[in-house]
Structure formats: C-alpha cells, structure tokens
C-alpha cells in the first residue's frame, strides 16, 4: 500500500484533529543540513494508535500518515498546534535533532515528551540504543536501512523511501507501549519524566555565540590565546547562524585555533598559515578577523570540572569506592551506570556532603546517592558474594 502523503493545508488540518483526539501521537522528521547550518525540514511524519472500532485496514490506512513542508502553499501550523497541545503525548526515538527542528520552525517544544531511546536507557537497553535495535527487539521484525542516507529534498520520493520514512513511526507505537507498560510495572515512570525535563527546556536547544568556544578542541590554552580563540568562535557562529552555512564552511577549527595563537596583524599575514591560507575568505571577513584579534582580551581559561575540584588522597579512594557501589546499585537495577552518575559526580560526592551533581537528584538518589552518602558516614559497606557486590548495613556509627 502506497504511503498516504500530506500536500495540502486541508489534509494536514484534517489530519492533525483527528490525531488530536489520541493519547500519544508518534513522531519522526527526515531533514538534510549538509550544506546549511540550520537544519531544512524535508518530510515529518506521524502515527498514533488505533481508534475504539478501527478495523485493521481503516488503521493500516489511516494510522500513520507522512507531511510533506515542502509541498508548494502548504502551511504546517496545524502540525505545530497539534505539537504543542499538551494533552497528545508525542512520542520520538532519540528527539533532540527532532525537536531542535520543531523549536527553529514554530518556536517552541513540542510537549509532552517520550523519548525511546531515554526509555531504553532507563530500561536496561544500554546506552544509546538504536531504533533498528528496538524494532528488531520488541516488534520482532527487520528494518530495511538502504534509504537511510538518501537526499531527502529531491522530489518525487519514491515508494521505497516513503515506506523507510513511515517505519520510522508505525513500529514506534509497539516501542512506546511496551515501554510505557514496562517503566509503570518497574515503578520507573518518574525517573523518565525527570529526564524529559531537560529535552523539554527550550533553552536546550539555543545556540548561543558566546559559548561556540565549548566546541573547541584546545589542550592547555594560556589566557592571550583562550580570549582571541573565544572571540573568534562567536564570530563564525553569528557568521554561520547568518548566513544559514556550516560553521567549518565559514571557518575550520583547525584555522580558528592558528590564527587565535597567531593573532596576525596584516592580512597577509593573517593568510599565509599553514591552515589559514586554505580558507576562501573574503576582504571584509578577513578585516573583522583582524580586528577581533587584536581587540580581544586575555582570559583565564575556566578549569574542566575534575581539575577545579581534585579530590586528595583519601577522597579519591573513597571516589573509587563508590564507583563500585555505582556499579553494583546500577547492574542490580538494570540500568546503565552512565545514566546514573558521571565521574566528576563521584568525585563531589566524595568531597561533599550534600554536592549540587544530578546522582544526589530525584531518583537517581533513590538508587544511589543516598547509599553514596550512608557509605561515607560507615552506615553500610560492601562485600563480595556469589551475585556479585552487595550493599551491607553496619548501623550508624558514633562520631
């Protein structure tokens, strides 16, 4: 059966209000940004379950739909009210680049969330599981993946690339249920919906000048070359966010770092590096660079986490002492360690009380944190046995 495909602002409102009426919609986008920097929204598609009294083949027909933004006159804010009515739970595998899309079109995120690659995680699936994974897992069938690269904004689609762009939401529907049925018999409902917090915070998804450094690969930058790298890493991210390009078409990272440490004073100069020179800059950009370079300031170079807050001696013993209470309390649980806690975490846990670390947070406490702490106080201990390390309580101890 070939794929229903939305190209009209009447069909997509139609669709929408009925999809309105669901509990859960499903969710999945096909975009290309090869040659942009914000993604081009090429094709969404959408699944929700079965109505009271749907036959199989009105489902079949009906159930799933593709929407094509790029169809001539079409008007996607029905898809975009239907995306921020907060009574339809919308449904994605791995959302963020997905959602990232829905903040840049409408402004907004769509919500409420459900992610099924979080779901997994939270489920014992392993970090980062794939959907061709869960499909193969939990719905028991193969997934074809030979349009998976394919260019997305060519018209027309063809009949084997619809099909690929549907599967990506009908088999989700199987995938959310059995989750959703699995976190609320585990009693692990809540831990997802802390975690949908931080995909569901518009501020998640903002791209900020200032903090384009971050992407920077620098090793042990003094301050004369972190303060003209900082400037120009803000120069090329409003340059790129501007002019809808790459960030490495305006200008590599490798060139950013040489003329940051060189911090040329002529033009020439600025275009002879070794990097540099391989750059098609033009008059006026080499001029801002120039100009940025020589205006920018020496900054001390903040400390990566685990430098700024180094545990002695004894703290780090205790560090590693409670990373193996992690590993047991995340293996007996089902989930994976990263979830729970990083090593900075283990780290401020030894070293404080009451650390402000996401392990000592809602129920990542519940399955650590609190243990962590009646750790260091000699409340419980650790031993070995036949099923691996287990948590032993001694009692408090006196002062």
Known sequence: MTPTVITTTADLTDLCNSY????????????????????????????????????????????????????????????????SDESVLKVFHAARQDVEIFVKQAGAVPKPLFDTQIAGLVCGFGDQVGYEKLVRGIVNVGLDKSSRFTDWAKRPLSEKQLDYALGDVTHLRQIYEFFADKLEQ?????????????????????????????????????????????ALAAWREETAQRKDVPRNRVLKDDALLEIAAARPKTADALTSGRMSRRESLSRDAIQELLDLVANAPSVTPPKPAREAF?????????????????????????????????????????????????????????LFGDDALRLKRGEVALSAGPDGVVVIELGAQPA
């Open 186 to 230: 585990e009693g692990r409902a809540h831990w997802l919906t802390q975690e949908m917090d931080i995909l569901e915070a518009i501020e998640t998804y903002r791209v900020e000048p200032e903090d384009a450094w971050q992407r920077l690969k620098m090793r042990g930058p003094n301050a004369r070359l972190f303060g003209a790298a900082q």
């Open 20 to 83: 309105a009426q669901c509990d859960y919609v499903t969710v999945d986008t096909e975009f290309m940004r090869e040659r942009t920097y914000w993604p081009i929204l090429c094709l969404v598609q959408v699944g929700r379950p079965r109505f009271e009294d749907e036959t199989d083949a009105d489902w079949e027909r009906h159930g799933a739909a593709i929407i094509d933004p790029l169809a001539k006159g079409i008007d996607l804010a029905p898809l975009y009210a239907l995306m």
């Open 310 to 366: 180094r545990p002695d001696a004894r703290q780090s013993a205790l560090s590693d002492l409670l990373r193996t209470l992690l590993r047991a309390n995340a293996s007996k649980a089902n989930v994976a360690e990263r979830l729970v806690a990083s090593a900075a975490d283990l780290d401020q846990i030894a070293m404080h009380d009451e650390p402000d670390v996401a392990a000592m947070q809602g129920w990542r406490r519940e």
